[in-house]
């Protein structure tokens, strides 16, 4: 079959395709056609210098990437046989995602509705979890103002509309008249460009201070959103779209009397969150918003894309 292969860390192009050995469903796993690979921000940062969550273990030559949808095309002893057949989306453990066809264990799968399409069911994996997360661990109440930077990326397109049908007046905060206008689409009550050294003073011109702030950004952008909340306020980190998480510690947030929200979950949870979001997508309410998508063969340039900036919301791969 065709992988991905990094064979050494660095720049995107060290993602090469190759020949890889057919994977075999061994005790309790299956086998799973690929077609559409997920891939994240982190999965850049481990490509180019090995750090991040999926580091601890990871021996060169391997095949990156950590989410997949697809078909199961096999299963091995003491998994249902009924699985073949069925459509699938999976996490894959931190390696093996960028191929054609994955092994993983059957109890990490979940079965995607009829009323979502593949595509939209693998960029909810990651995303749809993590949004889910932030936005039950931030306890928005309707009513609340709630900024979102990065409201265009993966996960921040998909809070934008969760904090929405919480009740909340949604500010959207993104990069360039694209993404902003992307936001709105997805039903923003206000969409500002944080590119624009004005942006703060659109926000307080629109809603006043805001209770609740889910920074995609970090850096820079994070301390300025940190001084649009009100007391009382919250803050949750989701992503560093900047390059580095945001500056604000506790003591500062402690003198402002706001909390730093940090969520955490059960790997059990963390089902449930995802078992949550692709209920929403079936029910129509949630809707991720796909950017672009490469060949399998042109992981390289996905990668490229999503350092320099220029993606909206999810990148995947496509291997057929």
């Known amino acids: 079959m065709r992988a991905v ?5 660095g720049g995107p192009e060290v993602l090469t395709i190759g020949e890889a050995p057919e994977p075999v469903a061994g005790t309790g796993q299956l086998v799973v056609d690929v077609e559409f690979v997920n891939i994240t921000f ?24 950590n989410g997949v949808g697809g078909i199961v095309a096999s299963v091995g002893t003491g998994v249902t046989p009924d699985l073949v057949g069925t459509r699938v989306i999976t996490s ?4 093996g995602a960028y191929a054609e066809r994955v092994a993983v264990d059957a109890n990490a799968v979940f079965q995607v509705p009829s009323e979502v399409a593949m595509d939209s069911a693998v960029a909810l994996l990651a995303d749809g979890r993590t949004a889910t997360m932030m936005v039950r661990a931030a306890a928005i109440k309707p ?14 397109s998909l809070i934008v509309q969760l904090a929405k049908a919480a009740g909340a007046r949604v500010v959207a905060a993104a990069g360039g008249a694209r993404k902003v206008a992307i936001a709105t689409e ?10 624009d050294d004005g942006w703060p003073k659109h926000v307080r011109d629109a809603v006043g201070a805001v209770d609740v702030v889910f920074d995609g950004v970090g850096g820079a952008i994070a301390g300025t959103a940190f001084e649009l ?3 009382g306020g919250r803050m949750v980190s989701f992503g560093l779209a900047s390059g580095s998480w945001s500056p604000i510690g506790e003591d500062e947030a402690t003198t402002q009397d706001v909390t730093l929200v940090r ?5 059990a949870e963390l089902r449930t969150y995802t078992e949550n979001a692709l209920a929403e997508a079936a029910a129509g309410r949630l809707r991720p918003t796909i950017g672009q998508r490469f060949p399998l063969a042109d992981a390289a340039a996905a990668h490229a894309a999503i350092q320099s900036r220029s993606t909206v919301g999810k990148t995947l791969l496509v291997t057929r």
């Open 229 to 231: 909340l009100d007391r």
């Open 42 to 65: 982190v999965e850049t940062q481990f490509r180019e210098t090995g750090s991040g969550p999926f580091g601890a273990n990871a021996t060169l030559p391997m095949i990156p990437g």
């Open 263 to 267: 969520p955490t979950a059960t790997p």
């Open 92 to 95: 894959t453990g931190g390696s």
């Open 186 to 195: 997805l039903g923003a009550d206000v969409a500002v460009d944080y590119t």
């Open 5 to 9: 292969w990094l064979r050494e860390f």
């Open 143 to 156: 009513g609340d103002r709630v900024l979102v930077e990065a409201a265009a990326g993966g996960v921040g």
